[in-house]
């Protein structure tokens, strides 16, 4: 069986791209570019994990990965962004959202797609080590994520997002 991945971005041309690149690597792919959209995407569907930009007009990566956690508990995911400070390991932004709502990487745009693939193919040979009662635990907590605690590590990225945005004006 294929696992089945959602691909959420406002970058049209990248959905398109990811999408055309996950299918040829034997993937079942959806993507789009509305957070609403994906969240209906997540009431037809079950995925095995979820890719979301950060930055997004209708609602940041966190929330999204929050209201998605409600629908999968046991969804993994990888949050991406090209606007937070690149000094910013991409480990401590992970654990930032990790913290949050069990993200599982955060990767820093622009993303080669050979990267994305190990960073995928590594998120799901993981399942295969499955600890069933620590999973259980996991998936009540994820359908009970308190969004303060979302809204909490969106804020604490966005300070690395501003922090970058500044130093660019100083350019």
Not at 120 to 149: F, G, H, N, R
Not at 160 to 166: I, L
Request: charged share 25%.
């Amino acid at each position: 069986m294929s696992h089945r991945l959602l691909v959420v971005d406002d970058e049209q041309l990248l959905v398109s791209s990811w999408l055309r690149a996950l299918k040829g690597a034997g993937y079942v792919a959806i993507g789009t570019t509305s957070c609403q959209e994906a969240l209906g995407f997540c009431d037809e569907h079950a995925f095995d994990l979820v890719i979301a930009d950060f930055l997004m007009p209708e609602m940041d990566g966190v929330e999204l990965l929050r209201r998605v956690r409600a629908k999968l508990p046991l969804v993994r995911s990888i949050l991406i962004s090209g606007k937070l400070d690149p000094q910013v390991s991409e480990e401590e932004l992970t654990e930032i959202a990790r913290g949050a709502v069990e993200c599982d990487r955060f990767l820093h745009k622009p993303v080669p797609f050979p990267r994305l693939l190990a960073e995928i193919t590594q998120l799901l040979a993981a399942e295969s080590d499955v600890d069933w009662p620590s999973v259980a635990a996991k998936s009540l907590a994820a359908a009970t994520i308190p969004k303060m605690k979302a809204v909490a590590a969106a804020r604490a990225l966005m300070r690395h997002h501003k922090a970058t945005r500044k130093a660019r004006k100083r350019k």
